[in-house]
């Protein structure tokens, strides 16, 4: 909980370095909290209004919600840990920019025959470069300084 929290006081701290450890961990709880969160707002809604439709819509909103309110320190602890791996934080835009194709020629790929190939085309780059991007999280940091600050094992063990 504390790598999580730590996150979230590093809101839009998209300089530094980040551990392994401080990324999947925010990556876990931030999941965890996601889904007790869908949970509750189902079984409270349901049991209110007897009306699945209502409290699906309801835990879909609140994730949502959850969703957007963490989007900036998810994206501050992927730039971190990036950079703890030698990497520049605009590498995630290999995921980004071919998702955002695909998502922008998915309403015409029942149309257009270029459309439907564009989309298939920008998913595989999509799920390739998000591949990638996991190996290069788990990836062991840079030993020592780099040029986005020190080794943030070195600076947790003398202290």
Known sequence: MYWFLKCL?????????????????FTL??????????????AATWSITYSADLALWVACM??????????IPSLAVAVRRLHDTGRRGWTMLYVIVPSLISSGASPFAYVSTLALWLNILASIITMIAGITLVVFYCQDGEEGENQWGPDPKEVAEKS
């Open 29 to 42: 709880f931030y999941l965890l909290f996601m889904i007790v969160l869908s949970f509750i707002l189902y």
């Open 9 to 25: 006081r590093q809101y839009a701290d998209f300089n530094g370095r980040a551990r392994r450890k401080e990324y999947w961990y």
């Open 62 to 71: 609140g994730i949502l919600i959850w969703s957007l309110a963490c989007v």
